[in-house]
């Protein structure tokens, strides 16, 4: 291996850890040392990092010794339990969880968006939602033109952001389903093959999901807008990977299609896919294993010159979890 940083993976047998993998070596991040960490369940479990076998290793306290950066991606519990014993042990911290995303004192960052938030960190920064990342980094060079003041969304996320045992039960209900046998549920309420579950994360007492609020809490913060007015639906589809989004965003000022067109053409991150004319849109499908985030239907509200539609889509294992997370790191090694 190459000399650079002794980096850990934790919660590297996942979906978002698989992407970690795979992006470390796809941008040739500059890894001097790899450390495997997940459950007791994958405990020597062999992972392949450059040609490499490396087996896994059981997350504990200990495990960050002589790290310098520590990919978290386990959940916000196991975030919350061993990222201070990271940062104790001297790495910085790139927190994939909701664990840390609100707090005061952790940035919360999309490189596209807010990269001068990373400078301010102290140990951790937390990377945002799915949803949130592929949203702003559209919203932003639209933001900078017209000042955002009001958006509507309604989400169409994929299985895949629910993890790999949510991968299986849909892989598994579209079997039971062609040899006619009952939809078994194990991962989700309902059936989710051939279905759309208006349902992501717990609902709350004010009746939006914790995935809706997110939504509202992490725009907020990343676009340093603190009362900007979100209104989040969240609504699971049988996508394998890939979220889709329809956004209505309201502005200071008129707007147009053209110009926005042409500001999201040379956004970075952004990659305009829109001549609906000939069928073209983002689809999901198209932007698995892709980087942009993909914006189409791009058009000006009927009744209020001020407002746009657009539909975003993205990888939400690539730009919405680890590919986010590595470009924040490259900026954190830049510096
Ligand atoms: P997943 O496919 O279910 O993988 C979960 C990972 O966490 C596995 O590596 C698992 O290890 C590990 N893990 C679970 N319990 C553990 C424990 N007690 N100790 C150590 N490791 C443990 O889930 P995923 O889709 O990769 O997502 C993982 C987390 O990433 C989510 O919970 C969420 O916090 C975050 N995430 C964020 C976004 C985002 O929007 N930015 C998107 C998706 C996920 P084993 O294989 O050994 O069980
Ligand atoms: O459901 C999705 O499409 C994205 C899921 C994200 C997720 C899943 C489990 C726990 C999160 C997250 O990133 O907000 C968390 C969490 O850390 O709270």
Not at 272 to 297: H, Q, T
Request: proline share 5%; hydrophobic share 40%; charged share 25%.
């Amino acid at each position: 291996m190459s000399r650079g940083f002794k980096v850990a993976i934790a919660g590297a047998t996942g979906a978002v850890g698989d992407a970690m993998r795979t992006i470390l070596e796809e941008r040739e991040f500059p890894v001097e040392e790899v450390r495997f960490l997940a459950s007791h369940r994958s405990e020597g479990k062999k992972l392949t990092f450059r040609g490499e076998e490396i087996s896994v290793q059981v997350l504990g306290n200990d495990s960050f010794r002589g790290i310098d950066l520590a990919l978290f991606s386990a959940g916000s519990a196991i975030s919350k339990e061993f990222a201070p014993a990271a940062v104790k042990a001297g790495a910085v911290v790139v927190d994939n969880s909701s664990a840390f995303r609100m707090e005061e004192d952790v940035p919360l960052v999309v490189p596209e968006v807010n990269p001068e938030e990373i400078a301010n960190h102290r140990g951790i920064i937390a990377n945002p939602n799915c949803s949130t990342i592929q949203m702003v980094v559209a919203l932003k060079p639209l933001h900078d033109k017209w000042r955002l003041s009001r958006i509507v969304v309604s989400t169409y996320q994929s299985v895949s952001g629910t993890g790999r045992r949510a991968m299986a039960e849909l892989e598994e209900q579209v079997r039971s389903w062609v040899e006619g046998k009952k939809l078994e549920c194990q991962v989700y309420p309902h059936p989710i093959a051939f279905n759309c579950l208006p349902h992501i994360d717990v609902f709350l007492e004010n009746h939006y999901t914790k995935e809706e609020m997110k939504m509202v809490q992490e725009t907020q913060k990343i676009m340093k807008l603190p009362n900007l007015p979100v209104n989040a639906t969240a609504v699971r589809v049988p996508v394998m990977v890939g979220h889709s989004e329809s956004v209505y965003a309201e502005f200071e000022e008129e707007v147009s299609s053209e110009e926005a067109t042409l500001l999201l053409k040379e956004a970075p991150g952004v990659e305009v896919v829109d001549d609906p004319g000939k069928n073209v849109y983002p689809l999901a499908i198209d932007a698995e294993g892709k980087d942009p985030c993909y914006v189409g239907r791009i058009r000006v509200d009927l009744y209020n010159r001020r407002a746009l539609s657009f539909w975003v889509v993205a990888d939400n294992l690539r730009k919405g979890a680890a590919l986010n997370a590595i470009q924040i790191a490259e900026e954190l090694i830049k510096e």
